[in-house]
């Protein structure tokens, strides 16, 4: 489904991001990508929805190379894929199923189709009982969970989460990662760069290791630091 072919990003001070990266990963798959602090994991993800290009090499998804697309053509990418970030997001004075309508109003589905598909995607994330509440009424967890069904609502085939548990304490961060695995248990793929080592060893995924911009390891059913 994705592919990375000697993929290298350096910015414009000198500094390399990521370095000459070889990565395959297969439909339904899910995927951890960890390293410590500056070691290219935000841009990675920031590569597979287009918020940045590679300096050199190429990104496919199912077979599309994304670094070569237009301007017009990039919001047509990100209706395919879920982005769940770690600052959630959320507009402040909409309310919860307004959050969540917002990405697919564009998209010229009927008022009904769009009600179906939103409480459908709250239900998966436990808050059919929040459609009316606003962002500053919910806990953080709630908030991502939000997040998490605006993700959704489209019907991607990938979900890229950025941290998702950053701002979240143990209990929410295993309620968030219980989600995320059974979103990846309906087909989705799910990749999640994280900080959270016990997140990570608790859930026994693919786990892919960034040093200085590199591939370090690659291991399946891996833990954070092994």
Do not use: W
Not at 3 to 21: D, E, H, M, P, S
Not at 40 to 46: D, E, V
Not at 118 to 138: I, M, N, Q, R
């Amino acid at each position: 489904m994705i592919q990375f072919r000697n993929v290298t990003k350096k910015y414009k001070n000198g500094k390399y991001a990521l370095n000459n990266i070889n990565l395959d990963i297969a439909p339904g798959e899910f995927v951890f990508v960890v390293g410590a602090s500056g070691a290219g994991k935000s841009t990675l993800m920031k590569l597979l929805y287009h918020e940045e290009v590679p300096t050199s090499g190429f990104v496919t998804i199912c077979g599309k190379d994304i670094g070569q697309l237009k301007n017009d053509e990039v919001p047509i990418l990100r209706r395919q894929m879920g982005i769940v970030f770690q600052d959630y997001k959320l507009l402040q004075n909409k309310t919860v199923y307004d959050n969540v309508a917002y990405v697919i109003r564009t998209l010229g589905i009927s008022t009904k189709e769009i009600r179906s598909r939103v409480t459908s995607a709250l239900s998966v994330v436990g808050l059919s009982d929040k459609l009316t509440a606003y962002p500053g009424e919910l806990s953080g967890g709630e908030q991502q969970r939000v997040g998490i069904a605006r993700a959704l609502v489209s019907g991607p085939r990938l979900l890229i989460a950025d941290e998702p548990t950053g701002n979240l304490d143990p209990t929410n961060s295993m309620e968030i990662m219980q989600i995320l695995d059974q979103i990846n248990q309906r087909g989705i793929t799910v990749i999640v760069s994280t900080h959270d080592e016990v997140m990570v060893n608790y859930m026994r995924k693919r786990v892919i290791t960034l040093g200085f911009g590199e591939i370090i390891r690659d291991k399946q059913a891996g833990t954070y630091e092994q």
